[in-house]
């Protein structure tokens, strides 16, 4: 059984101004926080009920990370997610070293992204490819969102997420860059380079104008949607699965040759 | 103003039994109305706001459709959408003809897709790609879910989905079959051939194994994640995105000679 007081603040973390505020945030379910118990995030709390810590004993006491083992109703009444019978966790944000692009290195960089379940989906996608940073513009969601933390399966533990004046630090950079239009070059037949910054625009509106002359290159998923039938075909995809078939291809074309 | 009657009927929809009571879904939103207004499906009750009704007038007169314009808070009331400040119709299923596959055609089965969400992505990635044809396992989510529909951005209307038999429909076909694996060949070194059906599986536990024996070709998308780093890497893709690779690889595949 747990305070009034820790569930408030746990309600709380669910909005940004509290977790900017205590620089904590909510890590909830199994996955993600048996990910966290094995990532270097400091965990302030930990809720978990009877199974979960059973099953999960020796993780949790070499983390020795205070816990307190509640009814599964206890956590159902505090967590964002739709249900959770397992486990959930207060945790501090990390800071990151400053921001620094290796030679070989691929880094997403996202503009105006709204949607957490996108932003957390493309966390995702850069774990999968090994892809270890993101730049964020400011008006992108927060990555420390809930829904941004658990659509990321616990990937928010390996990918940092820089948060910054997107155009400005281009505009700065010598690294080349691509940008995801709808019109570019075909990621089919693009020879990317060894490193470089991809550009993924917002769910509505796509990458804003104040990139124009900042990316070396537009590139394009190609479509094979019937376009002669007069009711059309899809006019786009989602960013997430976007980001994931342009990464795709940018290291399929680096391994044939 | 519409009916308590009519209110009642929108609401039901959201219900699987009841829409295979009555043949009927709901498709919600200005652009997936749109689409539905310029495809041949059957539209029995359309309802729009002001705006809307202005801005797509013609296309409305043209289809002959029966349209009542109401307030936008009565289409709030009803909807199984966040928000909808647009258009409602009320459509007819549509029969499909028996399946039938083209010599360079690639189709789609689905085991078991249990989220709306991700069925409705999966349907507008086919779109994208020309795939026409979509074979659903009996446990798959029913494609009129207005989360399915909705999800889809429009695409329903040029894609067909079979609810089949799956194993059994497999078990009879000569087509090559391409199972998503976390095992199995790179989809970026295997030459796909011109048609095909490619098998994925459900969210949780994959394909499951009654298709051990049916599966010609285990496929799988190559992971750059640093196994060797003590918390790990992405452990899968969702279901959505591991399609679209998979389909633009053998798309990529075919163009490459």
């Known amino acids: 059984m747990f305070t009034k007081g820790q569930a408030t603040t746990i309600k709380s973390l669910q909005e940004k101004k509290y977790r900017q505020k205590t620089g904590l945030f909510l890590v909830e379910g199994e996955k993600s926080v048996v990910e966290t118990l094995n990532s270097d995030f400091e965990i302030k709390n930990l809720l978990v009920t009877k199974p979960f810590f059973t099953k999960y004993l020796k993780l949790i006491k070499d983390k020795k990370v205070i816990y307190e083992i509640v009814e599964q109703g206890e956590i159902e ?65 927060d990555m420390y969102n809930p829904k941004v933390i658990s659509s990321t399966k616990g990937s928010f533990t390996r990918v940092e997420v820089y948060y910054a004046d997107l155009p400005k630090l281009l505009s700065k950079t010598k690294i080349p860059t691509f940008g995801a239009y709808m019109t570019g070059e075909s990621v089919h037949t693009l020879k990317f380079p060894k490193n470089g910054i991809l550009i993924m625009g917002n769910e509505s509106n796509g990458i804003s104008h104040d990139f124009d002359k900042l990316i070396s290159q537009k590139v394009t998923i190609p479509s094979y949607g019937q376009t002669l039938e007069k009711n059309g075909r899809a006019e786009s995809l989602n960013v997430a699965i976007a980001t994931a078939l342009i990464v795709d291809n940018w290291k399929r074309s680096q391994n044939s040759g």
């Open 77 to 141: 009444k505090v967590t964002s997610l739709e249900s959770n019978n397992s486990a959930l966790a207060i945790v501090k944000q990390k800071i990151i070293p400053d921001l620094e692009i290796k030679g070989d290195e691929i880094v997403l960089a996202l503009d105006n992204i709204r949607d957490a379940g996108n932003f957390g989906t493309i966390i995702r996608i850069a774990d999968w490819y090994g892809i270890k940073k993101i730049i964020a513009s400011i008006g992108t969601v």
